[in-house]
């Protein structure tokens, strides 16, 4: 099989390795969609995360989905969650899996990621996908779950008033989920004119550059007549009187530096709430304690994701958030190093890097039609997943009056002993 491994600071290099075998209670997945996480390229630029030191080539990566190989569930399209807690210490015990105190994590430490085409992982973290939820948007479940997390933690009032502070991928999701949620207003606050834009289109009813941000939230006045942001960002009129007088009720930090944490802190008002979620380079955050202190505020710190994934599959498929446009860009898996430097400039929103290209799946279509399709393509797969012979598989989509589509596959095989190939296979959907 093919796989990524990181082997220092931006030296990530893809190559052949023997494909895995599953252990008790695992499966082996095909992975076929894989995100780039901040997390991510804090491995690729710095061969570290916080207090965890790259040590050993690493296969990264932690958001994902696939299609199990073998056995009873094969051929069924999963999420994968990526953390394997321990279940028996004092944290899991309590219900706190994601604090576990022994826990494996996909892409980190001694355990080995998601950039490969086939991987194995428990099956109890092996989450059905839903056919209205694509493999991308599988994967992109991880950082929507941390965005859920994150509002649990923040118990946002119903109607309240909200800051998110860096407007990545889980600070855009997290936007969607507040709209979903009921507050009455959202302030974004990000450096990078593209980001601000994806923010007012996804709901943030003032989008703010973090320097017109900062002097909005020293002086009430100021917020009533703001600084001009840059000629890109969306036009800035605030006039609700919490960001005038008071702030907001919660501010979410998700920039991972401590600009973004105080300008989350100066945002909320007096006695509101700061979730901070964004991971620092350096593994230390620091901000003014008169500041925290005299607005007596509650800190609450993200930890990843606790037990959410039902959740934001169900908010997925329901069509409450969008998966699908915040992938800016998709490419093979022998193209993650230029995925990665890509993803480092941080000119895009996310970037999806696919091991495995399965064929074409009718998403959207009815249930039975759906059924249907995979069911005339579990032969093909079968083939490509079991026995490790290449399958060139193409597709032409339905036409608005013509309900069928046809599918055609060739397993171009030479039999050693027959010394032919197999015919092409054609069924109509």
């Known amino acids: 099989m093919r796989a990524a491994r990181l082997y220092g600071t931006a030296d990530l290099r893809v190559g052949d390795e023997p494909a895995p075998d599953a252990g008790a209670g695992e499966a082996l997945v095909r992975v076929t969609a894989v995100g780039i996480c901040g997390s991510d390229l804090h491995w690729y630029e710095d061969g570290a995360i916080g207090d965890a030191k790259l040590d050993r080539p690493l296969v990264p990566g932690h958001e994902g989905a696939g299609e199990i190989a073998a056995g009873p569930r094969r051929g069924e399209r999963v999420a994968i969650d990526p953390a394997i807690p321990c279940e028996t210490c004092r944290a899991c015990r309590d219900g706190y899996r994601n604090l576990c105190y022994d826990i494996a994590f996909s892409g980190h430490g001694a355990t080995d990621g998601m950039m490969r085409e086939v991987m194995p992982w428990p099956e109890r973290l092996l989450h059905p ?20 997390w994150a509002l649990d933690l923040g118990h946002v009032p119903f109607g309240g008033t909200v800051c998110v502070v860096g407007c990545g991928p889980i600070g ?41 941000a900062s002097a909005a939230a020293v002086s009430p006045a100021l917020a009533v007549s703001p600084t001009p942001a840059p000629a890109n960002a969306p036009a800035s009129s605030p006039t609700n009187p919490d960001f005038s007088s008071y702030g907001v009720d919660v501010a979410f930090e998700l920039a991972g530096n401590d600009d973004g944490v105080r300008t989350a802190m100066e945002a909320v008002r007096p006695g509101g709430r700061v979730v901070l979620g964004g991971i620092p380079g350096s593994d230390t955050t620091t901000f003014r304690a008169s500041l925290a202190r005299r607005k007596g505020l509650t800190i609450a710190m993200v930890r990843r994701m606790n037990e959410v994934y039902p959740r934001a599959i169900d908010l997925a498929a329901r069509g409450v958030v969008s998966l699908d446009p915040l992938a800016s860009s998709r490419v093979p898996l022998d193209s993650a190093p230029e995925a990665f430097a890509a993803a480092q400039r941080r000119t895009a929103l996310k970037v999806i890097v696919a091991p495995v290209r399965l064929p074409l799946m009718p998403y959207g279509r009815n249930a039975q039609q759906v059924a249907s399709s995979r069911t005339a393509l579990d032969a093909f797969r079968t083939v490509r997943l079991l026995d490790g012979v290449p399958v060139s598989c193409s597709a032409s989509p339905a036409s608005d009056d013509d309900r069928k589509s046809s599918i055609s596959c060739t397993r171009s095989v030479a039999a050693a002993s027959a010394g032919r190939s197999q015919p092409n296979s054609t069924k109509s959907l």
């Open 172 to 212: 855009l999701l997290l936007i969607q989920l507040l709209r979903a949620a009921g507050v009455s207003r959202v302030l974004a606050v990000e450096p990078l004119p593209h980001r601000r834009e994806a923010a007012a289109t996804w709901g943030a009813d003032e989008v703010l550059a973090p320097s017109a």
């Open 129 to 148: 996908l839903p056919d209205a939820v694509s493999d991308a948007g599988g994967a992109m479940l991880e950082p929507l779950g941390v965005a859920l």
